[in-house]
């Protein structure tokens, strides 16, 4: 089963999404070659991936399972320098580790880097970020994302087991400080100016 589900992780679009009910593409992978699940739940690789899965499964090319998403173009994360607080809760839902940024400082998008996952989007308290369509790439370019997403998806889950093993963990805060509950109040008042 290791080597199925490796040769159908390498099939996938390695946005580390989730939208196909798995954590990320190598479980989702693994399930598929336990038979778990169905080739298609994976709106990020669109037809191509579908053709593909089927061909390597032996099984009919079945429609995408619409309760996963909808296939769309290649995007990009963009944030609002205007209307970003430092709030750093997109930094940790960052897949890939793409976005940069410090505590009350604005974040920037690594944009060679991101993956276009939107797992950024939900934890925003301010929507200052969004989707941008992906400036058309070469041919290599598109073949090389995925192993690119692969490899800093990987980079990413060692580096925070590093951190498991070596740091203690950091409470969480029961409330958000003044000065952060501030800084929403007036993004949000920002963002109803600019809404009106």
């Given amino acids: 089963m290791p080597v199925l589900a490796n040769a159908i992780d390498a099939l996938l679009p390695q946005t580390q999404c989730g939208q196909c009910g798995y954590a990320a593409c190598l479980p989702y992978a693994q399930a598929l070659a336990a038979g778990e699940c169905g080739p298609n739940r994976c709106p990020p690789g669109g037809d191509e991936t ?15 399972d ?3 998403g909808e296939t769309a173009t290649p995007r990009q994360a963009h944030i609002d320098s205007d209307t970003c607080i430092g709030c750093t809760k997109c930094i940790p839902a960052c897949p890939v580790d793409a976005i940069v940024g410090a505590s009350k400082r604005l974040h920037a998008v690594l944009t060679d880097e991101c993956n276009g996952c939107g797992l950024c989007l939900a934890p925003c308290p ?19 994302r995925p192993a690119i997403n692969r490899r800093r998806h990987q980079a990413r889950q060692r580096r925070l087991a590093a951190h498991a093993v070596t ?23 920002l963002l109803a100016t600019r809404r009106a």
């Fill in 126 to 144: 301010v929507d200052c970020i969004s989707l941008l369509p992906l400036a058309a790439e070469t041919d290599p370019q598109r073949t090389a």
């Fill in 167 to 189: 740091e203690k963990p950091v409470p969480t805060p029961t409330r958000q400080s003044p000065e952060v509950q501030t800084a929403l109040a007036r993004a949000r008042a």
């Fill in 66 to 68: 619409t309760r996963c």
């Fill in 50 to 64: 579908l053709v593909a899965l089927a061909g390597l499964l032996g099984q009919p090319i079945v429609p995408l």
